[in-house]
């Protein structure tokens, strides 16, 4: 009973387990519900799910569990091509555009996209609702469904009313999408976490035995304040050029540091990092800061943050004189590489989105020079990263 | 015991109720979280209410140990009272204090216990309480005494997802969201708080209140009780629809917008998109 259900759902990695399971048995026969779906989503998602960030793939396996592959038969006819590209249009970046460009324009691509459709409705009889998630589609990858765009949802000849499940009310919540007003706090929280090491208030021993003895024996208890947060932060943020296009994810997460951290140094620098750096970006020019001189103030139990897209011509990394500002004597990565020798822990966040880093040279080039420890923008990224620092 | 319903001045949604009667059935912890705001302790409160029993609330703070919800052996008092030369020190029983899951445990009716913020203790508190939660027992060593629990009591855990909780605790509890109510379902939270608001100045407050929620960029949103706490202070004041319509007009700051707004920066920023709205016009 229900194990294919359960399995689905663990298809959808939403993780639980064989406790859940059992648990959900039981409370079908204990009656709690019945023979109602909408009483059976709710309580199964409260028992089988733990985390409102995978709300969304308990939604998408209930949906497909449960309309699934019988309820919808696709006809690609009932798909007008034009809402199927301008839908197309409105998703993608403009280096995404040119990448289909690149792969002979999208009406090359969207035929490809009728084929591969054609090809699914045979072998699944009666098509797959969720085109693209089969993972084997090439468009998944041009961010065509990056949200799971349902095509064909509203052509569909069930005009059901829409399920809660297909509502999808809980994508945002989704721990990869990138930092948003709501999920900056979660930001912050994760890294107050590395933040606390520190132990709790404690009995101060010695001062207490001292303290006793002074009282001619009557106890005089003593305690010790609490241990403060040790970690020291430095942070290098790119500056102006394409990391425009991600200012805000930067100031949120720039505030959220800001706030949290006693001991935090921060700089900033454009594309790569030179022989000198600022703090004042309106400054830039008259108040440069030695790099050599940041590297013998702080002392290498520092842990440094760059923030950075790394979207760059590699011969600004590479060779001396690549800077797009000013000549360089020397090539950027001697001075990352004097930067990484110095202190323990260096971790690179990147808000470009992942999946794009492989078609940027310079983002691999830096990639190594951090040692691999570039992480996406994100709050699955930042997690990840902060994991590294410690 | 009856199936939870929600009260006359809590309403719960179908899911939440689906929630907690699950969790009263399976005797298994329900989890909750949702934006600071929506109910989450109040929901624990209404719930004994409603079933009319004690509700034993266990507030939890950063200095927080699982210890001190079973008990704990206050040895200082002790010393102090031995070198006092005190007759209460022979007995080790009179320097246990009961923590909040003991008085659980041995209450007469089955109780709520409410672990509220459960986030805020250390990362190791879930952990601690693993087994106490699971077989809602545990053993005092001073005394070699066991506690059992006379009958499971209906936890109830709250979260503002400060910090992540180990997959081992959440194994063992049941986990609702809740999520921020839509227009209908506030208009009805409203009504059960204020039961003679006018219609229309409800209707210009909840336009004002969802037009601000859906601002960009603001960094603490206005959520349920900073809405109730906004009318009372509406209806204190006696400001009247007209008033707020124009507000909503002319996309000026609304009236004794301290309540909802809390932060200067966002008051600052509602101020400035004001002002560049008048400019268009």
């Not at chain 1, 720039?254 to 750096?277: Q, T």
């Not at chain 2, 029993?53 to 031995?82: C, F, M, N």
């Amino acid at each position: 009973m229900l194990i294919d259900f359960f399995c689905k759902v663990r298809d959808y990695k939403v993780p639980c387990t064989l406790r859940e399971l059992l648990d959900l048995i039981r409370a079908l026969e204990q009656g709690v519900v019945f023979a109602s779906i909408d009483d059976f989503y709710s309580v199964s998602r409260t028992i089988l799910v733990k985390d409102e960030a995978h709300f969304d793939k308990f939604d998408r396996a209930f949906a497909d569990y449960f309309t699934g592959v019988a309820s919808l038969e696709l006809d690609l006819s009932e798909i007008p091509e034009d809402w199927l590209k301008k839908h197309f249009e409105k998703q993608l970046s403009a280096e995404e555009k040119a990448k289909i460009k690149a792969l002979g324009g999208l009406d090359k691509l969207m035929e490809t996209l009728a084929e591969r459709l054609k090809e699914q409705e045979k072998r699944h009889q009666g098509g797959n609702k969720w085109i693209g998630t089969g993972g084997t589609s090439p468009f998944g990858a041009y961010g065509y469904n990056p949200e799971g765009i349902r095509i064909g949802q509203d052509e569909s000849r069930h005009r059901r009313a829409t399920k809660v499940w297909d509502k999808r009310e809980f994508k945002n919540l989704d721990a990869n999408v990138e930092i948003g007003t709501r999920n900056l706090k979660v930001a912050l929280r994760k890294l107050r976490q590395f933040a606390r090491t520190g132990s709790s208030e404690e009995l101060a021993l010695d001062e207490t035995i001292a303290a006793t003895a002074r009282n001619a024996g009557y106890l005089d208890i003593k305690m010790k304040p609490e241990r403060h947060n040790a970690i020291k932060v430095l942070m290098f943020f790119d500056i102006g050029g394409s990391m425009d296009d991600h200012i805000k994810v930067c100031e949120q997460l720039f505030s959220a540091i800001h706030g949290e951290f006693k001991h935090l140094e921060f700089f900033y620098f454009h594309n790569c990092l030179y022989e000198n750096v600022w703090r004042d970006n309106n400054r830039r020019r008259s108040e440069k800061i030695d790099l050599l001189q940041v590297l013998n103030t702080y002392s290498r139990d520092y842990k440094v943050i760059f923030v950075g897209d790394a979207t760059m011509g590699p011969y600004e990394i590479t060779y001396p004189g690549g800077s797009v500002e000013h000549w360089n004597e020397e090539a950027g990565n001697v001075w990352m590489k004097r930067l990484t020798d110095h202190f323990d822990k260096v971790i690179w966040l990147n808000p470009q989105n992942e999946a794009q880093w492989p078609y940027y040279a310079s983002i691999n080039i830096m990639k190594g020079l951090v040692d691999n420890k570039m992480y996406p923008l994100t709050l699955a990224g930042l997690g990840q990263g902060i994991k590294a620092l410690i | 015991m009856s199936a939870f319903q929600g009260t006359s001045n809590y309403i719960a949604s179908n899911e939440l109720q689906l929630a907690v009667n699950a969790a009263i059935a399976l005797e298994r912890p329900l989890l909750i979280k949702g934006e600071p705001g929506t109910g989450k302790t109040m929901l624990a409160e209404e719930l004994a209410a409603s079933l009319g029993v004690e509700l034993i609330p266990w507030h939890i703070k950063s200095t927080t140990k699982a210890q001190q919800g079973l008990y704990e052996y206050d040895a200082v008092s002790r010393l102090r009272d031995s070198q006092l030369g005190d007759e209460k020190v022979k007995d080790i029983g009179n320097y246990i204090i009961k923590g909040k899951l003991w008085h659980a445990f041995t209450s007469d009716n089955r109780p709520v216990l409410l672990i509220d913020e459960i986030d805020k203790a250390d990362i190791e508190f879930p952990n601690d309480l693993l087994l106490e939660l699971d077989k809602m027992e545990f053993f005092v060593y001073e005394t070699q005494e066991k506690i059992v629990a006379k009958q499971r009591p209906i936890i109830i855990i709250t979260s503002n997802n400060e910090k992540e909780l180990p997959d081992a605790f959440l194994r063992r509890c049941f986990f609702h969201y809740i999520r921020f109510p839509e227009k209908t379902e506030m208009q009805a939270i409203v009504d059960v708080h204020f039961p003679k608001i006018k219609q229309k100045l409800l209707d210009e407050a909840l336009a004002l209140f969802f037009n601000l929620r859906d601002m960009p960029g603001l960094k603490k949103k206005p959520s349920t009780s900073e809405l109730i706490d906004w009318l009372k202070l509406l209806l204190a004041e006696d400001i009247s629809p007209e008033v707020l319509h124009e507000t909503r007009q002319k996309k000026v700051i609304p009236p004794l917008h301290g309540a909802l707004l809390k932060n200067e920066q966002d008051v600052h920023l509602f101020e400035k998109l004001a002002f560049m709205h008048r400019g268009q016009r």
